[in-house]
C-alpha cells in the first residue's frame, strides 16, 4: 500500500512520458504492443513468483540452535508475505494490460486518444506494477538467502537488491528524459552530428566502425522527410 502511494504520481507522469513524441496516426497500435509487451513480462515474472511461493520451507544451511527458531520462522513469514504483494502487484498488472487491450480493439486512432485522456494512467500503471513485482520478489529473494545462508550472504543480497532497484528507477528516468526535436538543448542524440573528439563519455567506443554507424544514423535522424504529427508542441 505505502509503495502505491508513493507511486501514484509516477503512473500519470509515464502515460505522458511515453505520449509525449507519439504520432497520433498510429497510436493505437503502439498503445498495444506496449500492453502485449508488459504483459508477456508479466506471465514470465508470474511463473518465477508462483514457483517462489510453492518452494519447500526455508531450510537453513548452517548451524542453528533453539533460540534461532523464532528468528527463522519470522524470515519466512517475511519471505511468503513478500512474494504475496508482489503477486497481487503482478496479477493486477497482468489484469489491467488485458483489459486496456480489450476496451480498445474495437476504438479508432481518434477515439484511443480519448480513451487515453479519460484514462490518463492505463499505460504508467501496468509498467509500475510489474516493476513493483518484481523489486518485491528481489527482496522476498533476499529473505530467502537470509534464512537459507545466513546474515553474510543476506547482506549482499539485500545490497543487489538495493542496487537493481535504484538502477533500475535512474535508468527509466533517464529514458523519459529522451526528445527527438534537435533544437532542445536537453537531446542527448544530437552527438552523432558532431566530431568524435565532442562525443560524451558514456560512448564508450569510439573506433572506425562506431564512429560510421552513428553518424550515419546521425544523418539520417536529420535527414528531410515529413514530420509526424505528434502530441508533442516544443519543450
Known sequence: WVVS????????????????FVDVSDIKQSARNIWVNVAVVNALVLTIIIAMLQEDPIEA??????NMVDALVAVQEFYISLLLVGFMSNVLSLMKCIVNLTYSEPL?????????????NSLGEPVCDVCIACMFSFLAMAFWVLG?????????A??????????????IRGK?????DA????NEWSWALKDQKEWPTYVHSKDEQTVRVFKSLGLAATSEEKE????????
Request: overall charge negative.
Open 5 to 20: 502511494c508513493c507511486r501514484v504520481k509516477s503512473d500519470t507522469q509515464m502515460t505522458s512520458d511515453i505520449l509525449e
Open 61 to 66: 544451511k548452517f548451524d542453528t540452535d533453539d
Open 108 to 120: 479508432s486512432n481518434k477515439d484511443v486518444i480519448k480513451y487515453f485522456i479519460a484514462n490518463p
Open 148 to 156: 537459507t545462508y545466513g546474515a553474510p550472504n543476506a547482506a549482499l
Open 158 to 171: 539485500f545490497a543487489i537488491t538495493v542496487y537493481v532497484s535504484g538502477y533500475s528507477v535512474g535508468y
Open 176 to 180: 523519459a528524459q529522451f526528445t527527438p
Open 183 to 186: 533544437n532542445d538543448p536537453k
Open 228 to 235: 509526424p504529427v505528434t502530441t508533442n508542441e516544443g519543450k
